[in-house]
């Protein structure tokens, strides 16, 4: 992995950002171990795989999957599934373990947007959609209204479509909490990243690990009906005494599933990898929360929030 110096970029929004989200910085020193046999992934396209990516560009969508450069890329545009991101490319927050771009949108949405998507939904013909987006510290409701509104024109265009939303933690704000898990989702899901200890470290200083469980506690209380879903990313420094009080914190405030992956550092000026997760210890974690009360726990190294998000119910680590 190489050191790149700080880039910066205006997007096809004409927003100016930091790319990758990170400035060169003194991480940049510390060099990445060896990537383990079990995390190499081949390369499998289909035709779904361009029929997706067709869709995104001729919308103007912006997924996760390519904004994140996830590694599950191949796997779920083959399979037909994407992960919208709503609001654009940039955030304004810079987790240390995040691709995304950082800058200041200043108050832009793409109007087109929600409904733009729905339409996506409609000719891709998902039954499960995952929906999340850069945190938008810039809207005075942190976009929940323009998330909302996303879900609703999906559901009027696909009604037996579910959707999970993956959302900003809004600064913690209930009320926009309160519209969002009113707006007819099926999965709310908020991602908790790490454990306490290391959650300043890793996570932007606007984040926090109390503010992440009370958003999760919320949405549980305002809409019961509605599953709550978090992901934690391993490989960080977190120890399994470590790991085992955070599922003890979610499952208190009454979080049903829970994911959990290997941490892939996305350049060298992101948080370094302390170890690399083996397949064992992640069903063994696995094992862990399912006993403590979890609904379900998908857990394995190349395992993402949204990851078969649609077979989480299956209650088989999503196949894996
Ligand atoms: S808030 Fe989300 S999108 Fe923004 S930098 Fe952090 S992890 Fe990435």
């Not at 938008?136 to 998330?147: C, E, S, Y």
């Not at 996305?266 to 929360?289: A, S």
């Amino acid at each position: 992995m190489e050191i790149i110096a700080t880039t910066k970029i205006t997007n096809r929004d004409g927003i100016k950002a930091i790319k990758n989200g990170q400035k060169l910085n003194k991480f940049a020193d510390i060099p990445t171990p060896k990537k383990p046999s079990w995390l190499k992934v081949k390369a499998e396209f289909n035709p779904n795989f361009h029929k997706v990516k067709e869709q995104v560009k001729s919308k103007q969508l912006y997924t996760v999957c390519e904004e994140a450069h996830c590694p599950n890329i191949n796997e779920c545009w083959s399979a037909g599934t994407a992960t919208f991101m709503l609001m654009g490319s940039v955030c304004t927050r810079a987790c240390k373990f995040c691709s995304v771009d950082t800058g200041n949108p200043n108050g832009w949405l793409d109007k087109e947007e929600p409904i733009n998507t729905a339409k996506a939904v409609e000719i891709m013909k998902l039954k499960y959609v995952v929906l999340t987006s850069v945190n938008r510290d810039d809207l005075p409701d942190g976009g929940a209204q323009h998330f909302a509104d996303t879900v609703k024109l999906i559901k009027e265009l696909n009604p037996n479509t579910a959707v999970e939303a993956l959302t900003p933690d809004f600064k913690g704000l209930f009320s926009s909490i309160d519209t969002l898990v009113n707006c007819g989702l099926e999965v709310f899901a908020q991602n908790i990243e790490t454990v306490k200890r290391l959650t300043h470290q890793v996570r932007d200083i606007r984040a926090g690990y109390q503010q992440t469980l009370d958003v999760l506690a919320e949405s549980k209380r305002i809409n019961p009906k509605v599953l709550t879903k978090t992901s934690i990313i391993l490989g960080l420094g977190e120890t399994d005494i470590e790991i085992e009080n955070t599922m003890d914190d979610l499952i208190k405030n009454k979080v049903d599933i829970l994911t959990i992956g290997q941490y892939l550092r996305p350049t060298r000026n992101h948080h370094p990898i302390e170890r690399w997760v083996t397949p064992e210890e992640f069903e063994n974690y696995r094992e862990i929360g399912l006993r403590k009360g979890f609904l379900e726990v998908v857990s394995g190294p190349m395992v993402r929030s949204s990851y078969r998000a649609e077979r989480a119910l299956q209650k088989n680590n999503a196949g894996l």
